[in-house]
């Protein structure tokens, strides 16, 4: 199995300020990396396919980046709506795997 | 409007079965791969189970198979979720959510682009 290793488990950040989370496959994965927002009682949302193709309705202050086993979720400028829960998941083969989630929280 | 709607979680004592169901509405339901993702009480998402747009080629997290049964009826527009043989472990609320992608190279990539809201299934007894 692919396993998917996210870094930071919490990051602790202001409004405005430029957010970098990391995630790192076990395996080569190429592009097939997919990156989730989940808020507390929410269901995932998805953000990012491709490794770095925003889903449409987006906004564009999320980027994706990174091929093979190492990958990076950015936001640019972080607003109040976006302190949640990130997750990675990879979809190159089965089973699907999501890394442990970084948790980004208010400083 | 694209909506998964879940339904069928509740309390089941270990060793019980359970059936889930999604209903869905707002796109062409059996042009679609569908899957289930779990996630246990304060911890992260897993995958579960996908099932192919004909229902010909289902696919399982090894901690499910040979318990747990994918099955969707595309005049219905519903997927299903037959879990068997239940334990603590199965503890979670249940998503379900559209599977969207690209064929390449003989080989399917798939995303999940549209969720729905998740059911509890609670295993105590």
């Known amino acids: 199995d692919t396993q998917m290793t996210q870094s930071p488990s919490t990051l602790s950040a202001s409004v405005g300020d430029r957010v970098t989370i990391t995630c790192r496959a076990s395996?080569?994965?190429?592009?097939?990396l997919a990156w989730y927002q989940q808020k507390p009682g929410q269901a995932p949302k998805l953000l990012i396919y491709?490794?770095?193709s925003v889903e449409s309705g987006v906004p564009s202050r999320f980027s994706g980046s990174g091929s093979e086993t190492e990958f990076t979720l950015t936001i640019s400028y972080l607003q109040p709506d976006d302190f949640a829960t990130y997750y990675c998941?990879?979809?190159?083969?089965?089973?699907?795997?999501f890394g442990q989630g970084t948790k980004v929280e208010i400083k | 409007e694209v909506q998964l709607v879940e339904s069928g979680g509740g309390l089941v004592q270990p060793w019980e079965s359970l059936r889930l169901s999604c209903a869905v509405s707002?796109?062409?339901?059996?042009?679609?791969?569908m899957s289930w993702v779990r996630q246990a009480p304060g911890k992260g998402l897993e995958w579960v189970a996908t099932?192919?747009?004909?229902?010909?080629?289902?696919y399982y997290v090894d901690s499910v198979k040979g318990r747990f049964t994918v099955s969707r009826d595309n005049v219905q527009n519903s997927l299903y979720l037959q879990m068997d043989s239940l334990t603590g472990d199965d503890t979670a609320v249940y998503f379900c959510?559209?599977?969207?992608?690209?064929?390449?190279?003989?080989?399917?990539?798939?995303?999940?682009?549209?969720w729905g809201k998740g059911t509890t299934v609670t295993v105590s007894s």
């Open positions: 707002g796109f062409t339901f059996s042009s679609y791969s």
């Open positions: 959510a559209r599977a969207n992608g690209i064929y390449l190279n003989y080989q399917y990539y798939f995303y999940m682009d549209v």
């Open positions: 099932i192919r747009q004909d229902g010909t080629q289902r």
């Open positions: 395996q080569s994965i190429s592009s097939w």
């Open positions: 998941q990879q979809y190159n083969t089965y089973p699907w795997t």
């Open positions: 491709k490794a770095s």
